[in-house]
């Protein structure tokens, strides 16, 4: 599935993943909290655990927005210390990552995720970025009430962290930043002219090819798999960064990007670290927020 095509100005968000950063992009999305919503972007495109807070991004009702502190807190209370990720959860029968925790438990229950509103009028489309198993492409497959959480499921699926894969319609998906984890040049085709990007990386952080055995380990019994993520998981994410500092003629990227590396790691459950991540994810979103709203480059 590819993006849809965009005529006219149309502008996209593209919330970037990074595991447990992500506690960034979920602190920007709450900062702009009264400036800048869903409604402002003609199409919000997620990719792995930055699918999971432009989900709740969009599901927000402009008048549900007291709810946003509510989300932002599943990153230091929720998911630290070893209630998601925990060496122990294969012994109890579940994956490093659980899943089944995350999404089974804290977006249908605990902080329930509005999936109605994406079968709303008004609210803008929401597609989340997935590598197809099968054909060894990334797919961008449309956020609806009835697939959001195998959808989530998929885009969150990190080989060795957990099964690897997510069945949708027969075909296994995986987390689409193993083929491509910032898919700005994708958009740009697609025939975007507005495009802002939240990354959980500094802009110049500059990706190295992964290791043969990383990528082994990942997919043991899926060669060519391998090959591509060696092959174009860094290339995608340095020219994708190379072309957010660069845009092309008649396009306009904006990014909103933490200034130096992150307290926390990808893989990283430290309470403090995840608050204070998702508190500099805030102050950045707080401040691009006046920026948009002073250049009207979201025509606020």
Known sequence: MKLPQATGNKRALLVEGGGMKGAFAGGVLL?????????DFDLVLG??????????FVSFAKSKWQKAEEVLAIWYRDLSGKK????????????????????????????????ERFNTIGVPEFRIAVSNLKTHA?????????????????????PIATRGKQILDGIPYSDAAILNPLPLKDLVEAGYKEIVIVMNNPLDHVSRPLGFWTSHMAFPLQRKVRRLMRKLHHFHFNSSRAMAKSPPPGIAIRTVA???????????????????????????GKKTAFSFRSKRALEL
């Not at 959480?149 to 990190?158: D, I, N, Q, R």
């Not at 608050?275 to 950045?284: S, Y």
């Open 84 to 115: 998601l990720i925990n060496l122990f959860h294969p012994f109890r029968g579940k994956t490093f990552l659980d899943q089944e925790y995350l999404i089974d438990y804290i977006f249908r229950e605990k902080v329930r995720l509005a999936s």
């Open 31 to 39: 900062g702009w909290k009264g400036k800048i919503d869903a409604s």
């Open 138 to 158: 990334v797919e961008y497959v449309k956020a609806t009430q009835e697939n959001i959480f195998h959808l989530l499921k998929a885009a969150t699926s990190l």
């Open 47 to 56: 990719v792995s655990s930055g699918a999971c807070s432009a989900a709740y």
């Open 258 to 284: 933490p200034e130096a590396p992150l307290p926390v790691n990808l893989t990283g459950t430290s309470k403090w670290s995840l608050w204070k991540t998702a508190l500099l994810g805030v102050e950045a």
